[in-house]
């Protein structure tokens, strides 16, 4: 059994955390570029494109955009062939549910912080079986600053009205573990994406591979 450190709230990250996906995001990015014939490949997408908001993602895509209305609509069209291509394919990490049910028996308020759009954070909400275990939700178009600043794990904590300082976030990439920190939250991380010892490595208090064996 993995302890895990005490906190009064969890603040959780929601694609790569709750449920293994970053494979299809970065597909359904890959046939976007590929529709509207960006001609850029997948390493040049992940190193130089894919960072922020995803409305300062689309400005790197399309500079001649000037309004967030504009680039928020073309943001939209890489979501929704997201959604309608891998929504009905997400699965919960191992051990989630009974995890939220002995965070719920214990009434400890659970937060999301996700760049996700909101129409994003209901659908996987929904197709895990778990919206009801979350006090409240933050998605990225709420903050105007994406990870890894601290803004939306901030936004989080104050939802649920709890000290930053006072909540354990959990996490799967640099940019979460990063922003959850400088949130001044203590990160648990999850090896969707790192190693569990890459994971420590970056600074994450606790490494789990899923949320089985869990003593809380």
Request: charged letters at 20%; proline letters at 4%.
């Given at each position: ?20 996906n970053m494979h ?7 046939k976007f570029i ?75 308020p659970l937060g ?105």
């Open positions: 059994m993995i302890q895990l450190p005490p906190a009064k709230a969890y603040i959780f990250d929601m694609d790569g955390t709750l449920t293994d299809f995001h970065h597909e359904a990015w890959m590929a529709l509207k014939k960006l001609g850029i490949d997948a390493v040049t997408f992940e190193r130089d494109y894919h960072k922020g908001t995803l409305i300062e993602v689309m400005a790197r895509f399309f500079p001649h955009l000037t309004t967030k209305a504009e680039l928020r609509a073309v943001g939209n069209e890489k979501e929704a062939l997201y959604r309608d291509t891998y929504g009905h394919l997400l699965e919960p990490l191992p051990g989630l549910h009974l995890f939220l049910e002995q965070l719920k028996a214990k009434n400890i999301l912080a996700t760049m996700g759009d909101q129409n994003n954070l209901e659908l996987t909400l929904k197709q895990l079986e778990i919206t009801s275990y979350f006090h409240s939700t933050t998605g990225g178009d709420q903050v105007t600053q994406g990870k890894p600043h601290p803004e939306i794990f901030l936004r989080a904590a104050e939802k649920i009205g709890i000290d930053p300082n006072d909540c354990l976030a959990f996490e799967d990439t640099l940019s979460g573990i990063t922003a959850a920190q400088t949130a001044g939250m203590e990160v648990v991380g999850i090896s969707t994406q790192f190693s569990q010892e890459k994971l420590l490595e970056l600074g994450c208090g606790v490494a789990l591979e899923n949320y089985e064996n869990i003593l809380l």
